[in-house]
């Protein structure tokens, strides 16, 4: 039930963060390409200028020098084909797969095929023009912009939404120590009333108002318990034990005989005998009390509720059979502060602590309900 404002800044902010870089980064994105655009625009002009220095070397050569030295350039390759694309002469350290006039690259190698006239320069029809070029200082420009960006928008996020989160997590601490000063307050007058019930049930003997004095003060235990375990939950480790399992099922059994007793619920069991289970004696509580105290509830008067605990060498059975109201909505019970009758009290909370304890102890549950009929919860506790 605590606020923690670093981890509810750190998570918003990531999703700002990120939402606002699409927003922001996309523009960037437009612009890169539009820079690679003019960087291999760059690049064409480059190699036409190049080719035209190879063809003004072709043409000064004079027929009656006996050889002629083609040019050779440390940053760019040539290479002459004929009208067939067979090679006359090359410099090249790939292989084009393209023969035509125009512009082209292939990975990092970027080539211009410039097309001669014919029966000039040594046969050849086509001229071509290589070099190998990469637009790395584009692409690291774009990641330091993005990283920074990025960087820039999240420490903004952070620090708007941490100081945002102040007053909330004050507000929140407020509250907190409000529910626990009041379930400090609550726990005493709720031991006084039971235990002055049990001292005139003894002195003066059972009677009706007695049993709903207990019932009641039963009932509001349960729901005191569920907040207690709620106010710890994250905060303090339930450890674990050896439980005598079957004894366990049969105190609360036992504890809940009197809330049943007033809408003339029977509660039968079959229980196996010395089941024993490593675990959380006040998980273990949560589930069974509030999986009890609902059948009770949502019972019909006059109807039973079976309670059985079986086991076999993989796992222990638990389940709580009532002939009831049914369940409408079985996806939405265990959401927190849902009820499926508004008349019938309570919070919405019991359930959804039950679900937290089972996703946290793998416990597999299985609920048949049929509306007026009644619902069956089954908890399979799996052994190690």
């Known amino acids: 039930m605590t606020f923690d404002s670093k981890k509810f800044a750190l998570k918003y902010a990531v999703r700002y963060t990120l939402l606002l870089a699409i927003i922001l980064i996309t523009p960037l994105v437009i612009y890169v390409m539009l820079l690679l655009q003019i960087d291999e625009a760059k690049t064409e002009l480059l190699l036409q200028e190049q080719s035209r220095k190879v063809i003004a070397s072709m043409q000064r050569y004079n027929n009656s020098d006996k050889v002629f030295k083609f040019p050779r350039y440390k940053e760019y390759q040539t290479a002459l084909y004929t009208n067939q694309y067979e090679e006359i ?30 029966n000039h320069y040594f046969g050849s029809k086509y001229l071509l023009v290589s070099t190998v070029h990469t637009a790395n200082e584009i692409y690291f420009f774009a990641l330091f912009v993005i990283l920074g960006i990025l960087l820039m928008l999240f420490l903004f996020s952070l620090l708007l939404l941490k100081n945002f989160s102040v007053p909330f997590e004050k507000m929140n601490q407020q509250l907190d120590n409000f529910i626990k000063d009041s379930m400090h307050e609550i726990n005493t007058p709720l031991s006084i009333i039971n235990l002055n019930s049990d001292l005139s049930i003894h002195k003066y003997g059972e009677n009706k108002y007695l049993k709903r004095i207990k019932s ?27 439980l005598d399992f079957s004894e366990f099922i049969k105190s609360r059994v036992d504890y809940f005989q009197e809330v049943s007793t007033l809408k003339n619920i029977t509660i039968s069991t079959e229980i196996s005998p010395n089941i024993s289970y490593f675990f959380s004696k006040v998980k273990l509580q949560r589930i069974v009390d509030n999986t009890i105290s609902n059948a009770i509830k949502y019972s019909y008067d006059n109807k039973p509720i079976e309670v059985i605990v079986t086991e076999d060498s993989n796992h222990i059975l638990f389940s709580v059979k009532d002939y009831g109201m049914g369940i409408e909505n079985v996806d939405k019970i265990f959401s927190r502060y849902y009820r499926e009758d508004e008349t019938k009290g309570g919070f919405g909370i019991g ?5 937290d304890i089972i996703d946290e102890e793998n416990i597999k549950l299985d609920i048949q309900s049929t509306l007026k009929k009644g619902s069956c919860f089954s908890y399979t506790f799996f052994k190690n």
């Open 351 to 355: 359930l959804n602590i039950v679900k």
């Open 89 to 118: 002469f090359s410099t090249l350290d790939f292989e084009p797969s393209i023969f035509m006039e125009g512009f082209f690259h292939e990975g990092k190698h970027y080539y211009y095929i410039y097309a001669l006239p014919d």
């Open 216 to 242: 009641a003060s039963k009932t509001l235990a349960t729901i005191y318990d569920d907040m207690d375990y709620l106010i710890k939950q994250g905060r303090v480790k339930q450890s674990k034990s050896q």
